[in-house]
């Protein structure tokens, strides 16, 4: 039997926003100012995995994590404030997680980001950052998303910045996740965890363990869009996954 079953419906398009990738473009226009970019693909339904329950699951110990995934048991919040013109943020964003901020899906080779970053190392945005606040004032992703551009030439980012870790499951068995996700959004948003592979592993590796909220971001190292993830998640026998855990 197949590990995933799937379920499709129109979405609720909470505040006028899908679920999908938006992107901030270079635009001189102020009433064009955030403009979004729709993937080629139709994106009109809201996809969502539910893997089946199982109580016959045994976790696998994972093996060291690679250099390059951190392993640090907190996240980071800082601070980015730079001055904002329409249409030159130069980056990705992505909105699936609509009850969170945005999270950074990419950074464009220009842009006032870029330039932050040159300029601020230390506190570079970088990939699956979310955007926590805008200018202090908190909200959901679209809500985020609209008060950039609404924020005047003084804009103060809230970043934070996930901690990283990989979790490995092995098969015959079942996951026991309830995922969300589009087509073209960053990795696979964690809905609900039932039994399963996953409960196993939270149970014996506490330090690395998996909530809702979460993202799945990678598998065997390589950064993935969410239907490219589901098919792994359904296909390989050996599951070794970046987890974004917020």
Known sequence: SSDLSFAVSLPLLPQGWPAMSFFFCCAEST?????ISVPSEPLSLSESVAIARATKAAPVSAPAPAPAVATASKTITFQVEVKYEPGKLGME?????????PM????????????????NPAQAIKLYDRIAAINGEAGTASDLYKKIGSSGPNLILSIQRPELFEVV?????????????KKSSQGLVVKEIYPGLLESW???????AVTVGDRIVAFNGVSMKGADLVIKLKDEPVLNMTIAHY
Do not use: F, M
Not at 31 to 35: I, M, T
Not at 105 to 118: D, Q
Not at 202 to 208: G, L, M, Q, W, Y
């Open 169 to 181: 499951l092995r098969k015959p068995g079942d996951i026991g996740l309830n995922l969300h996700y």
């Open 202 to 208: 939270n149970k014996e590796n506490a330090s690395k």
């Open 31 to 35: 009433d064009d100012a955030n403009q």
């Open 93 to 101: 964003l992505d909105l699936t997680d609509n009850q969170c901020g």
């Open 104 to 119: 950074v899906s990419g950074i464009l080779p220009e842009g006032i980001v870029k330039a932050w970053n040159e300029a």
